[in-house]
């Protein structure tokens, strides 16, 4: 073991295969067009120095993140590759973006209009993603801005359009009616902009079928294990797991209670175990007396509310010999997968996800891991 696991309140176990496979699932279901992957938040909390090495070996050219310092970041991992930047491009940064090779989303005509003067004081073209609207009044051209583009695209002189693009609002959804208009307005906008190729899908659009597949898909949670499809079977691949080490086992045996706010125990006797992961680590709060953990296959429900380091977790029902000092529970894993934690935590498993914590011993395995080592 190493030093930093034997120091370790928790291991965060990243399966780099998992995620590989996960691409590979996506881009057969997506071929002729190709598999972006969005890494934005440190690739949704599992770590950019963990994933990108295994999504280039999978193939990936194409990468998006949120903000331009990602995209930094991101550069030094893959130096080859393009990478979109979804947040746009931000007031007096084009040098920086030019200068990394950064490819903006540019989300209104103020942007088009900075970055197509940046390529004339350059005096060489820039590439440039277009994002326009569709509905979800986030981020992208409005109506009007693209009817003003549509008349004026010489406004597009000196940036090459590698997608038009947009964001769907609801494709986790299956059949949801947005997802239709949504398709219907980006048609509409696309044809009244200058031909370029064009890219809508997220991971769940791309298990909407394959008008929503164009000719660049996004995918982001689907990589790391997230169900696209919420109301059937997850197709993807667990890709992390979350270890934490268990501090002290306690029997209480006379009534009491537990933790901050002082949760009355209601059985007794009853056996308490304390584990070395808290809501700093991203065990949200919201899981108090609601969450569970796995030691040695049994479940252990969490109670008490979850401290700032630590959380407690009932464990009069499991052997006692599986619940020690030094022994692991599994916090996140087979058992308790993202989407599940996230159920009973009343969130969507890409929080529980771009939570993980920064106090963990973080470990890579699979073939693709010790292909590096
Ligand atoms: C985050 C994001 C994605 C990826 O979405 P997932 O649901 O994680 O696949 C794709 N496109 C845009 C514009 C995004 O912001």
Same mark, same amino acid.
């Given at each position: 073991?190493?030093?930093?696991?034997?120091?370790?309140?928790?291991?965060?176990?990243?399966?780099? $295969?998992?995620?590989?496979?996960?691409?590979?699932?996506?881009?057969?279901?997506?071929?002729?067009?190709?598999?972006?992957?969005?890494?934005?938040? $440190?690739?949704?909390?599992?770590?950019?120095?963990?994933?990108?090495?295994?999504?280039?070996?999978?193939?990936?050219?194409?990468?998006?993140?949120?903000?331009?310092?990602?995209?930094?970041?991101?550069?030094?991992?893959?130096?080859?590759?393009?990478?979109?930047?979804?947040?746009?491009?931000?007031?007096?940064?084009?040098? $920086?973006?030019?200068?990394?090779?950064?490819?903006?989303?540019?989300?209104?005509?103020?942007?088009?209009?900075?970055?197509?003067?940046?390529?004339?004081?350059?005096?060489?073209?820039?590439?440039?993603?277009?994002?326009?609207?569709?509905?979800?009044?986030?981020?992208?051209?409005? #109506?009007?801005?693209?009817?003003?583009?549509?008349?004026?695209?010489?406004?597009?002189?000196?940036?090459?359009?590698?997608?038009?693009?947009?964001?769907?609002?609801?494709?986790?959804?299956?059949?949801?009616?947005?997802?239709?208009?949504?398709?219907?307005?980006?048609?509409?906008?696309?044809?009244?902009?200058?031909?370029?190729?064009?890219?809508?899908?997220?991971?769940? !659009?791309?298990?909407?079928?394959?008008?929503?597949?164009?000719?660049?898909?996004?995918?982001?949670?689907?990589?790391?294990?997230?169900?696209?499809?919420?109301?059937? #079977?997850?197709?993807?691949?667990?890709?992390?797991?979350?270890?934490?080490?268990?501090?002290?086992?306690?029997?209480?045996?006379?009534?009491?209670?537990?933790?901050? !706010?002082?949760?009355?125990?209601?059985?007794?006797?009853?056996?308490?175990?304390?584990?070395?992961?808290?809501?700093?680590?991203?065990?949200?709060?919201?899981?108090?007396?609601?969450?569970?953990?796995?030691?040695?296959?049994?479940?252990?429900?969490?109670?008490?509310?979850?401290?700032?380091?630590?959380?407690?977790?009932?464990?009069?029902?499991?052997?006692?010999?599986?619940?020690?000092? !030094?022994?692991?529970?599994?916090?996140?894993?087979?058992?308790?997968?993202? $989407?599940?934690?996230?159920?009973?935590?009343?969130?969507?498993?890409?929080?529980?996800?771009?939570?993980?914590?920064?106090?963990?011993?973080?470990?890579?395995?699979?073939?693709?891991?010790?292909?590096?080592?």
């Amino acid at each position: 073991m190493t030093a930093e696991a034997r120091l370790a309140g928790a291991i965060l176990t990243i399966d780099l $295969d998992a995620i590989a496979a996960n691409y590979r699932l996506l881009t057969a279901k997506v071929a002729p067009a190709e598999c972006a992957a969005v890494v934005k938040a $440190d690739a949704y909390g599992l770590g950019l120095a963990f994933a990108v090495p295994a999504l280039l070996a999978a193939g990936v050219t194409t990468f998006f993140v949120a903000h331009p310092g990602e995209g930094i970041t991101l550069r030094a991992l893959a130096p080859e590759a393009a990478i979109g930047v979804l947040n746009g491009l931000l007031p007096g940064a084009e040098a $920086d973006y030019a200068e990394y090779r950064l490819i903006p989303v540019l989300n209104q005509l103020s942007e088009v209009d900075r970055w197509a003067a940046h390529a004339g004081e350059r005096g060489g073209p820039l590439p440039a993603f277009l994002h326009v609207d569709t509905g979800m009044n986030r981020l992208g051209l409005d #109506a009007g801005e693209l009817a003003r583009l549509a008349a004026e695209p010489e406004r597009l002189s000196g940036i090459v359009l590698r997608a038009v693009m947009s964001h769907l609002a609801c494709a986790d959804q299956t059949g949801h009616p947005i997802t239709a208009a949504q398709l219907a307005a980006f048609r509409a906008a696309r044809a009244r902009l200058p031909a370029a190729p064009a890219s809508l899908a997220n991971s769940s !659009g791309i298990f909407r079928g394959a008008a929503l597949h164009f000719d660049l898909v996004r995918p982001g949670c689907a990589l790391y294990g997230i169900n696209p499809t919420p109301e059937t #079977a997850n197709p993807m691949r667990q890709t992390v797991r979350l270890d934490g080490r268990i501090l002290q086992v306690r029997t209480v045996d006379s009534p009491a209670t537990v933790g901050y !706010g002082a949760t009355r125990i209601d059985r007794l006797p009853c056996r308490i175990a304390t584990i070395a992961i808290g809501y700093a680590d991203g065990y949200l709060r919201s899981l108090g007396n609601r969450g569970c953990v796995v030691i040695a296959g049994r479940e252990a429900p969490v109670i008490g509310r979850i401290s700032m380091d630590l959380m407690t977790v009932d464990v009069t029902d499991l052997p006692e010999e599986s619940v020690h000092p !030094g022994a692991w529970a599994e916090i996140i894993g087979p058992h308790l997968t993202p $989407d599940a934690v996230a159920h009973a935590a009343g969130t969507i498993g890409y929080e529980i996800l771009t939570a993980l914590g920064r106090r963990y011993a973080r470990r890579a395995v699979g073939d693709t891991a010790r292909d590096r080592a």
